[in-house]
């Protein structure tokens, strides 16, 4: 069996290490730089299918909700601007602030999932959800509104996010290109849904009412987290957790040994124990946040490509319906804009999940994201030059295009880069960091539509920074994959055995070590050690 190959550098037993060392040799004779290939680090091997497509299901839920209730909720611009007599960017600040605290909400949501697991987290963020919109309906001001809306609300998204993309790598592997791509596609069925409906609840029951009904049907995200049943890490971390407690008791016999000998009895262990109790806060705080991947070069690549992404990634979303309604467009008409993107983006997820699944493109898929971004971008530049309702149309099915591709490889490009054991501290790490230019992205563009008092160079700031962003990530990518090749022959010619040569930075040494822990032969150096030490106490005993 695959799962059972045998690697031929370091003859140990890996996961898919036959398929990854196949793909090195077709990389070495085409020429190309590829992606690292692709394998378990969780200690178990994922079902790819069964329960798991329930899973996809629910993580389709929540995720929908994450991405689109922001952009769906702008449907209500008009009218919250006229009660509260504010300005464009007073108003974007909602969006803003809710995606921000969604991203922000990062780690802590990653370290509720690493202490409690996805379903409680979800079950409990879809109530948060469901509390900030409910009260969102009794608010007096916008400063209220920024709370509800924004705070309490973006924070229970925030709880529905990071735990669903998650969980998919616990339950995929060699589908999971598939996976991420039909859960991401949750995003535009909602768009396609809510935008309609946000007019019709609006039309017939004013902002208030359609909050509270709005409110209500974001429980539906506690259904959701109640599908996502807990996996492998719930009995087979047993084995490496008592392994790792079976080296931390031979690690500190043989220490204790070696004091024995080597130091009087009379010397205060004070000072080593001060410093164990701070290695052990260290510890506890890695344990949930690996801190360790800003270390990682093609996390920070990454990091810095999608930091400077999505200062322009939101805006264009946020204010398409206004932008629709300033040229004469009917309300109805500019809420179909977002239907005609939303139909687009729900086609162009899960198909961008089964072309980056094939052969020919997972290996290259950190070259497919970065062209996605630019081809975001490039599609907002050329936003101006749409004239009346049909141009924006055609503007529409290419903006859903380029979303949807960039969405659908969003997080399985962070997967492909520090792999899946290590995804959960990433992942929460990526979004504390990007929702600084998520927060001002939106007021920025605002602000150009209050100075200017045209659309069009909102858009042309969007699509600018994207398309750097894009050209950025592709070069970057590019220099990593050369060095990671260089760093690989280097490896070669040393004749290093404990370096497997397909093995790539994506997994990480912290990776290479849980799977070796797997197999129990890495106590034996720290059994030989402890019977040596005990030898030469034995020796010098009978002199």
């Given at each position: 069996?695959?799962?059972d ?19 090195a ?16 680090d ?25 991405y689109?209730?922001p ?20 108003i ?9 605290t969604?991203?922000?909400?990062g ?37 209220q509104?920024?709370?509800c ?9 925030a709880?529905?996010?990071?735990p ?9 592997l ?7 791509g039909?859960?991401?596609?949750g ?72 004091m ?17 109790g ?11 946040l690996d801190?360790?991947?800003?270390k ?9 490509g ?48 089964i ?12 070259y497919?994201f970065s ?35 960039v969405?659908?490889m ?6 492909d ?8 501290s ?11 230019t ?7 563009g ?6 200017f ?12 920074v994207?398309?750097?962003?894009g ?16 760093e ?12 497997d ?18 197999d129990?032969p ?20 009978e002199?």
């Amino acid at each position: 069996m695959l799962g059972d190959a045998i690697c031929i550098f370091c003859k140990n037993t890996h996961i898919l290490c036959s398929a990854g060392y196949w793909e090195a040799v077709f990389a070495q004779r085409s020429g190309w730089t590829m992606s690292p290939s692709v394998r378990s680090d969780l200690g178990y091997v994922p079902p790819d299918g069964g329960w798991g497509w329930a899973v996809v299901f629910g993580a389709s839920i929540s995720v929908g909700f994450a991405y689109t209730f922001p952009k769906a909720f702008t449907i209500y611009f008009k009218e919250l601007q006229a009660v509260y007599s504010i300005s464009y960017s007073q108003i974007a600040w909602i969006t803003s602030i809710m995606c921000a605290t969604t991203y922000g909400g990062g780690p802590i949501s990653s370290i509720l999932v690493n202490r409690y697991g996805s379903r409680p987290v979800v079950i409990f963020g879809g109530l948060l959800c469901g509390i900030g919109m409910v009260s969102a309906a009794f608010c007096t001001s916008i400063l209220q509104l920024y709370i509800c809306v924004g705070f309490i609300t973006g924070f229970g998204l925030a709880l529905n996010l990071q735990p669903s993309v998650i969980i998919i790598g616990k339950y995929f592997l060699k589908r999971r290109p598939i996976a991420n791509g039909l859960a991401m596609a949750g995003s535009p069925v909602m768009l396609c849904t809510l935008a309609p409906l946000n007019q019709f609840l609006f039309d017939n029951f004013g902002w208030r009412g359609s909050f509270l009904i709005l409110g209500a049907i974001l429980l539906n995200c506690c259904v959701a987290g109640a599908l996502f049943r807990p996996i492998g890490p719930a009995t087979v971390p047993v084995k490496t957790q008592m392994t790792e407690e079976g080296k931390g008791a031979l690690k500190e016999e043989v220490t204790e040994d070696a004091m024995e000998m080597n130091s009087p009895t009379d010397v205060p262990m004070e000072n080593k124990t001060e410093e164990e109790g701070g290695k052990d806060c260290c510890e506890k705080i890695n344990r949930y946040l690996d801190f360790s991947l800003f270390k990682h070069r093609g996390f920070l690549i990454y990091l810095i490509g999608n930091v400077l992404m999505f200062l322009g990634f939101f805006a264009p979303i946020v204010f398409l319906a206004p932008y629709a309604k300033h040229i004469g467009i009917d309300e109805y008409s500019a809420a179909f804009l977002l239907s005609i993107l939303a139909i687009v983006d729900m086609i162009a997820r899960p198909t961008t999940g089964i072309i980056a699944n094939s052969k020919w493109v997972r290996p290259r898929i950190q070259y497919f994201f970065s062209f996605s971004i630019a081809f975001n971008g490039t599609c907002h530049l050329l936003c101006p030059l749409a004239s009346g309702y049909t141009g924006l149309v055609v503007y529409s099915i290419f903006f859903g295009l380029a979303f949807g591709m960039v969405c659908a490889m969003l997080f399985e490009t962070l997967m492909d880069l520090v792999g899946a054991a290590r995804f959960t501290s990433a992942v929460g790490l990526v979004t504390i960091a990007e929702c600084c230019t998520i927060l001002l992205g939106p007021p920025i563009g605002g602000t150009l539509i209050d100075t200017f008092g045209d659309y069009k160079y909102m858009f042309i700031k969007c699509g600018a920074v994207m398309v750097l962003a894009g050209t950025f990530l592709f070069i970057m990518n590019y220099y990593n994959y050369r060095m990671l090749a260089k760093e690989e022959k280097e490896r070669k010619v040393k004749g290093d055995p404990k370096e497997d040569p397909v093995r790539t930075e994506n997994e990480g040494k912290n990776n290479w070590n849980k799977e070796t822990a797997q197999d129990g032969p890495e106590l034996e150096p720290l059994r030989e050690e402890r019977e040596g030490l005990k030898k030469e106490m034995n020796g010098t005993n009978e002199v």
